[in-house]
């Protein structure tokens, strides 16, 4: 195994869940990619849904293989989840289910935001997802409750908890990210 595999930046893929009119994703999203991005582990690409034509059929098309090999590159997922009717979006659950084994054996992230939830319930759910897709969901999440009030003008939070969870998770998914790359590099994943 080369020894640079353990040691490259991972490829994380950040995936913005919600394509509603007016969602307050892009403010979570830029808030956790800031960090993201400064964090010397990781090469960050974005895959935002709304610009991301998945067909609800779970057609192939050119758009399909496109983000089916965005994903396949990546080494890692963190993914900013809102919650609808406590639930996760179905363009989220079609961005799940338009690929297979690109997620295998790869660490998932949550970053979620709502009302009083937070997006907690939609997390948990979407941790049943991911299991069923051989992913590893990273224990540490960053959650937003009342999100609207949190954020100042400038995309922002006084929020120690959610800093704090923001690095932590961080670390967490580095760890699981780099430990799985080494692995995939080593023996293809029986899934």
Do not use: C
Request: cysteine-free; overall charge negative.
């Amino acid at each position: 195994m080369d020894s640079d595999v353990a040691r490259d930046p991972l490829r994380l893929v950040l995936i913005i869940g919600s394509v509603r009119e007016g969602r307050f994703a892009p403010v979570v999203a830029e808030w956790f990619l800031r960090r993201a991005r400064v964090d010397g582990a990781f090469d960050v690409d974005v895959i935002d849904l709304v610009d991301t034509p998945l067909p609800a059929d779970l057609v192939v098309t050119d758009a399909v293989r496109e983000y089916r090999a965005r994903l396949a590159a990546a080494d890692a997922f963190v993914v900013v989840a809102t919650e609808y009717n406590h639930g996760y979006s179905g363009a989220l659950k079609t961005a799940f289910d338009s690929a297979k084994h690109e997620w295998r054996a790869k660490p998932v992230a949550f970053v979620s935001y709502g009302g009083l939830s937070g997006g907690l319930r939609a997390t948990e759910q979407l941790r049943q997802v991911v299991a069923e897709l051989h992913m590893v969901s990273i224990r540490e999440t960053v959650s937003f409750h009342q999100a609207k009030k949190r954020f100042d003008a400038d995309g922002e939070v006084d929020d120690g908890a959610a800093i704090d969870a923001a690095e932590r998770m961080l670390r967490q998914l580095a760890w699981w990210g780099t430990a799985l790359r080494t692995a995939r590099a080593a023996d293809s994943y029986p899934g």
